[in-house]
């Protein structure tokens, strides 16, 4: 064991002695600071880091870093309402201060460790731009930022920390469309999604500043641009591990764990919650999947007179759940449906009109969410299970979920498939699962023709994406 603790080490200090550029004590407190939502002593160290040498873009970039995580994280308190507002006004305003950052450090002497703070900030001001739609500003300065770190990357191939930037300008832009993707091919910006992301997984294996960032740009890359809520679990997991004050790690990671149906682990990190970081709405979302119904329509309630929604789209599914749960514990509430969009209130009238399979059919979800890995139970027959629609959809996804957990990969695909192809509803879930279980369970060629075919008709780019890895 002894022998071994000196092996790592060695081979830690072999990695990080390589790197081009220095990153100290200081450089680390600041970024676990910021992720972790210190946002004040963060500032504080950059401010006196900036003072000691004002000519040096590291600590700017810090600063930069800081102020966008605080502007986030500060956005949070606002409803969806004014959300939105709060973070556009805060984000011109950083992009002011960092164009007077990049005015005041254009001579400086660019040094290996000058140019890739300088490359990185203008990286985020390409980023700042984009969010603001100003895409002209946004290309021109994320193609500088990029320029110098493969510049940079050529000359030093071991300098990981680069990788990160590198991999989120290659993914982002090989993702981009319509006309935001004819300006980048006009000024000469292009991508590649796989690169992109080897990139970010470089830097999060072998980086030392930029570790967490390639965490939080993975995760978030799974999460919700490649529909992979499953590789999306591994990073949130270390994150909110990592940084237990950081609400948004917090919140965001139990969502995942309820797209995955581990009701299980999404309770415990529920039931300790002791700072009010897990949403309402997540909450809520919870109680409809393990079937406390009642205390789901009181949360919706009390998050409907406040308007306390993060996305606006959380409104109408509130309303919704609520209505569902209404019918559920027998206590439908009169004029809801006027409430529902018309996909909704489909929905809602499948339930309400078969209402006793229904509650077997959200009992039999319930119980598969609360399975942990490789437990078998009893799938029940419904008979009176209507031929096709909502019901049917969700009983044959759920079947797949459970023989998921339960390890049975060929009747996993079997059910999976079934939805996928002929069912109206669960058609996304089920390719999501579809294509995770392909990762490990190698499928035909015929399987994978078929997947490719849905996933085509399902017109989701995301899944798109995804695919691609099953085509390698």
Same mark, same amino acid.
């Given at each position: 064991?002894?022998?071994?603790?000196?092996?790592?080490?060695?081979?830690?200090?072999?990695?990080?002695?390589?790197?081009?550029?220095?990153?100290?004590?200081?450089?680390?407190?600041?970024?676990?600071?910021?992720?972790?939502?210190?946002?004040?002593?963060?500032?504080?160290?950059?401010?006196?880091?900036?003072?000691?040498?004002?000519?040096?873009?590291?600590?700017?970039?810090?600063?930069?870093?800081?102020?966008?995580?605080?502007?986030?994280?500060?956005?949070?308190?606002?409803?969806?309402?004014?959300?939105?507002?709060?973070?556009?006004?805060?984000?011109?305003?950083?992009?002011?201060?960092?164009?007077?950052?990049?005015?005041?450090?254009?001579?400086?002497?660019?040094?290996?460790?000058?140019?890739?703070?300088?490359?990185?900030?203008?990286?985020?001001?390409?980023?700042?731009?984009?969010?603001?739609?100003?895409?002209?500003?946004?290309?021109?300065?994320?193609?500088?930022?990029?320029?110098?770190?493969?510049?940079?990357?050529?000359?030093?191939?071991?300098?990981?920390?680069?990788?990160?930037?590198?991999?989120?300008?290659?993914?982002?832009?090989?993702?981009?469309?319509?006309?935001?993707?004819?300006?980048?091919?006009?000024?000469?910006?292009?991508?590649?999604?796989?690169?992109?992301?080897?990139?970010?997984?470089?830097?999060?294996?072998?980086?030392?500043?930029?570790?967490?960032?390639?965490?939080?740009?993975?995760?978030?890359?799974?999460?919700?641009?490649?529909?992979?809520?499953?590789?999306?679990?591994?990073?949130?997991?270390?994150?909110?591990?990592?940084?237990?004050?950081?609400?948004?790690?917090?919140?965001?990671?139990?969502?995942?764990?309820?797209?995955?149906?581990?009701?299980?682990?999404?309770?415990?990190?529920?039931?300790?919650?002791?700072?009010?970081?897990?949403?309402?709405?997540?909450?809520?979302?919870?109680?409809?999947?393990?079937?406390?119904?009642?205390?789901?329509?009181?949360?919706?309630?009390?998050?409907?007179?406040?308007?306390?929604?993060?996305?606006?789209?959380?409104?109408?599914?509130?309303?919704?759940?609520?209505?569902?749960?209404?019918?559920?514990?027998?206590?439908?509430?009169?004029?809801?449906?006027?409430?529902?969009?018309?996909?909704?209130?489909?929905?809602? *009238?499948?339930? $309400?009109?078969?209402?006793? +399979?229904?509650? /077997?059919?959200? @009992? =039999?979800?319930?119980? %598969?969410?609360? !399975? &942990?890995?490789?437990?078998?139970?009893?799938?029940?027959?419904?008979?009176?299970?209507?031929?096709?629609?909502?019901?049917?959809?969700?009983?044959?996804?759920?079947?797949?979920?459970?023989?998921?957990?339960?390890?049975?990969?060929?009747?996993?695909?079997?059910?999976?498939?079934?939805?996928?192809?002929?069912?109206?509803?669960?058609?996304?879930?089920?390719?999501?699962?579809?294509? *995770?279980?392909? $990762?490990?369970?190698?499928? +035909?060629?015929? /399987?994978?023709? @078929? =997947?490719?075919?849905? %996933?085509?008709? !399902? &017109?989701?780019?995301?899944?798109?994406?995804?695919?691609?890895?099953?085509?390698?």
């Amino acid at each position: 064991m002894k022998n071994l603790f000196y092996l790592l080490v060695i081979s830690s200090s072999i990695i990080f002695a390589k790197s081009p550029i220095v990153v100290n004590g200081h450089d680390h407190q600041i970024v676990y600071w910021a992720f972790n939502h210190q946002f004040d002593k963060a500032e504080q160290l950059t401010t006196e880091k900036i003072a000691e040498n004002p000519n040096i873009p590291k600590y700017y970039f810090l600063k930069i870093v800081t102020e966008s995580l605080r502007h986030l994280a500060d956005s949070d308190q606002f409803n969806y309402e004014k959300r939105y507002e709060y973070r556009k006004e805060k984000n011109e305003e950083l992009i002011e201060y960092t164009e007077d950052i990049v005015e005041q450090l254009e001579d400086i002497e660019m040094n290996v460790e000058n140019k890739y703070y300088m490359a990185n900030i203008y990286g985020y001001l390409g980023r700042m731009y984009g969010l603001s739609g100003s895409y002209m500003s946004a290309f021109s300065n994320a193609k500088k930022g990029k320029g110098m770190l493969e510049e940079l990357v050529v000359k030093h191939p071991d300098l990981y920390d680069a990788y990160l930037m590198l991999g989120m300008f290659e993914y982002y832009a090989d993702r981009l469309g319509g006309l935001t993707k004819f300006v980048a091919s006009i000024l000469g910006f292009s991508g590649d999604r796989t690169r992109g992301i080897n990139y970010m997984k470089q830097a999060h294996l072998n980086g030392e500043l930029t570790r967490p960032f390639a965490e939080f740009m993975l995760g978030e890359t799974y999460s919700t641009q490649e529909g992979n809520p499953f590789d999306a679990y591994g990073y949130f997991n270390l994150l909110v591990k990592k940084y237990p004050n950081n609400k948004d790690f917090y919140d965001w990671h139990i969502r995942i764990l309820l797209q995955l149906d581990n009701l299980n682990e999404a309770k415990e990190f529920i039931e300790k919650d002791q700072n009010g970081y897990v949403r309402g709405y997540t909450e809520s979302t919870f109680y409809i999947k393990n079937g406390e119904y009642k205390k789901a329509i009181s949360l919706i309630d009390e998050l409907i007179q406040k308007k306390d929604f993060k996305w606006r789209s959380a409104l109408g599914n509130a309303i919704y759940l609520k209505a569902v749960a209404s019918l559920l514990i027998d206590k439908p509430i009169t004029g809801i449906e006027k409430e529902l969009s018309e996909d909704q209130l489909i929905r809602y *009238n499948e339930i $309400k009109n078969n209402l006793k +399979t229904a509650k /077997q059919v959200y @009992e =039999l979800a319930t119980m %598969i969410g609360r !399975l &942990d890995l490789g437990i078998q139970m009893e799938i029940p027959k419904l008979p009176d299970l209507p031929k096709d629609g909502y019901l049917r959809a969700m009983y044959e996804f759920y079947n797949g979920v459970y023989y998921y957990k339960y390890r049975d990969g060929t009747n996993a695909v079997k059910f999976f498939m079934k939805v996928a192809k002929d069912r109206k509803y669960f058609r996304s879930e089920s390719v999501e699962y579809l294509i *995770n279980i392909f $990762k490990s369970y190698k499928p +035909t060629k015929q /399987q994978l023709d @078929e =997947l490719e075919k849905i %996933i085509s008709k !399902l &017109d989701d780019e995301d899944l798109e994406f995804s695919f691609m890895d099953l085509k390698k």
